[in-house]
């Protein structure tokens, strides 16, 4: 085998082929020249070796910032716009504002039992409420009915007397 | 660390990654942050410098992890973002003279004395020179390896390899 030459550093290295790594262990074996050179070559990289890693100064940490952009939030939205206007369409919405109190709620409105809300202290107020109503109301029915009655009573008279009076002028 | 040590890890966090698992970032992050920052010092030759260069070449590492082709070779591909990040800076740098080395480089120097004399000794070296050196022997890259960092034929990272070995042989002695 020829001197190692360029390929020195492989063999220190350990980058040479199996096959050539023995073969250049035997010629170093035999050759003074290349045998000081290896020396050479490892003593100056165990001198650097000497010089250990060093830990960084601070500790990298990535933290991307979370975008914000409308594109971001476009596609949810609009998915749930889409859910939303189903829903309305499938179940329509009922909303009630009663006593203070709004109520939602989705599909057919539902038809509360006459026993769940008869007993409620403004049921029982508002039924009072109406009743009292109905009575004026019927009240005010029968004064017009004697309006009208009297009044068709009138008209009879006059057109009996009128013929009468008619003569006399 | 010697390169491509855990590519399992590396190519399942680049993965994540992409997916936009952030947190997987800083897996890798803390997996390489270490050797590429001692790979940037022993190039610039200041902490402070290394530390922001270590810095931007992991943020310029995240925003084109995207266009990393081969996902096994995530660390070769990182070295190599550093390597550019440093070359800018090094540009800027030009003339900038370093200190010159203290006369005594004898044997029998402690651990920190001959850290410094070897980061001295290093900075005395031609850009090429000292990260060929710097790559082949604290990080033991394969010369492939390096040839592709420094976008250079194999024969030419060994002559820069020979050519720095033999100014440091002058050097520490």
């Not at chain 1, 990289?45 to 594109?71: A, G």
């Not at chain 1, 949810?76 to 919405?93: D, E, K, S, Y």
């Not at chain 1, 109905?134 to 008209?155: G, I, S, T």
């Not at chain 2, 651990?111 to 060929?132: D, G, W, Y």
């Amino acid at each position: 085998m020829t001197h190692l030459g360029e390929r020195l550093a492989d063999f220190v290295f350990g980058e040479l082929p199996a096959n050539e790594m023995e073969e250049a262990r035997r010629h170093l074996a035999q050759c003074g020249e290349c045998g000081g050179q290896v020396r050479e070559f490892e003593r100056t990289r165990s001198l650097l070796k000497t010089s250990p890693d060093m830990d960084p100064p601070r500790q990298i940490v990535f933290e991307v910032e979370r975008r914000t952009s409308v594109w971001r939030w476009l596609v949810p939205v609009g998915v749930a716009a889409a859910v939303l206007l189903a829903v309305l369409i499938a179940f329509p919405m009922q909303v009630q504002w009663n006593d203070s109190q709004l109520t939602i709620a989705f599909g057919n409105a539902r038809t509360p039992a006459a026993t769940e809300i008869n007993g409620t202290p403004e049921y029982q107020r508002i039924a009072q409420d109406i009743r009292q109503l109905q009575a004026q109301l019927d009240y005010l029915d029968a004064q017009q009915r004697d309006v009208v009655k009297h009044n068709y009573q009138l008209a009879s008279d006059l057109q009996r007397l009128s013929p009468r009076t008619g003569g006399e002028e | 660390m010697k390169l491509g040590l855990r590519p399992i890890d590396d190519r399942r966090n680049v993965e994540r990654v992409l997916k936009g698992d952030t947190e997987a970032f800083n897996l890798l992050v803390r997996q390489w942050e270490k050797p590429i920052y001692n790979f940037i010092f022993r190039l610039i030759g200041d902490r402070e410098e290394a530390m922001d260069l270590c810095q931007e070449s992991f943020m310029k590492a995240y925003r084109e992890l995207p266009t990393l082709k081969d996902r096994d070779r995530f660390s070769s591909w990182l070295y190599r973002i550093a390597h550019n990040t440093c070359y800018s800076r090094l540009r800027k740098d030009i003339g900038k003279t370093f200190v010159e080395l203290d006369p005594d480089t004898g044997s029998s120097r402690s651990s920190i004395e001959n850290r410094l004399a070897v980061e001295k000794a290093l900075q005395h070296l031609p850009e090429e020179q000292r990260e060929a050196v710097v790559l082949k022997v604290f990080h033991e890259l394969k010369f492939e390896e390096i040839a592709q960092i420094q976008g250079a034929p194999i024969s030419t990272v060994k002559s820069r390899l020979y050519m720095g070995f033999e100014k440091l042989r002058s050097i520490l002695g």
